[in-house]
């Protein structure tokens, strides 16, 4: 079943042309890549996709419904979340406060709590630094807390930028092994990422943007052995 569908969408900063007509799916249980170098798009699809930006042209649709109209509220409540680049955490607020935060939406107290303890439950290092403040966690905690917040809104589809950004090699390593729990729970993930290796190891499809422009997809695995991915993005000769 199709989850995400992009349908020729075009999006610009003032002038300058971010996305030239892109279109791609993502399928429910599907973990799709996107991959690309600096600047090539992939930040603004997703911002596009959660409703941060709008795109001038193109239509977004998420389980059959348009949502490119949409504001960023409306669409986390039907059931998309963007954990975003950077580990924008709040940083005076608790990491209690800030998971709680995550589910703003939800009106179901005892429902919110099952969440709790189940992001908890994934990140244990979280409940361990539950009432100090977020500015006092290492990057890679506030990256496990970005994705914990983002969580917190039960998302069917659940969007990484970046999650292992300026992290040392052996916090990826367990940044990504949570990505492959989550997975295994059955939640969408479409996650964006430098580390192109690490992102195709876990992903099932790759996606490469060249400077606005889907340059080819493929199955993840033959990815990793495509000569021209593995010069272009994996820094292979
Ligand atoms: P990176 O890996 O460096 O984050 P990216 O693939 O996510 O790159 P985007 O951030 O989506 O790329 O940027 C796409 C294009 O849009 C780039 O040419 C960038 O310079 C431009 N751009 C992004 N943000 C802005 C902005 N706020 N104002 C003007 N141009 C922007």
Redesign the pocket.
């Known amino acids: 079943m199709t989850m995400l569908e992009i349908r020729n969408l075009s999006a610009y ?2 002038n ?1 042309c ?2 030239r007509g892109i279109s791609f799916q993502v399928n429910a249980g599907e973990t799709v890549a996107l991959i ?10 997703v ?1 596009t996709i959660s409703g941060l930006m709008k795109p001038r042209e193109g239509e977004i649709r998420f389980m059959g419904e348009r949502i490119d109209h949409l504001r960023p509220d409306q669409i986390v409540r039907l059931g998309i979340s963007h954990s975003p ?1 950077g580990r924008k955490v709040f940083p005076a607020m608790t990491v209690r406060e800030n998971l709680v935060m995550g589910a703003y939406i939800r009106k179901d107290a005892k429902e919110v709590k099952r969440t709790l303890d189940y992001v908890l439950h994934l990140f244990p290092r979280l409940e361990e630094r539950f009432s100090q403040s977020a500015e006092t966690l290492s990057g890679g905690e506030q990256q496990m807390l970005a994705i914990g917040r983002a969580l917190m809104s039960e998302p069917k589809l659940l969007i990484l ?2 999650p292992s950004l300026g992290l040392a090699p052996l916090i990826i390593k367990q940044i990504f092994e949570l990505i492959r729990v989550i997975q295994q729970q059955g939640i969408t993930i479409l996650i ?1 990422e ?1 580390n192109a290796r690490q992102a195709l190891k876990v992903a099932h499809r790759g996606i490469v ?1 060249e ?2 422009r889907i340059a080819f997809e493929e199955n993840a695995k033959e990815m990793l052995h495509n000569d021209r991915v593995r010069q272009a993005y994996l820094g292979e000769k």
């Open positions: 900063y003032g300058i971010a996305l690309g170098n600096n600047g090539a798009g992939k930040t603004t699809t911002r680049e930028d970046e964006i430098q943007l400077t606005g």
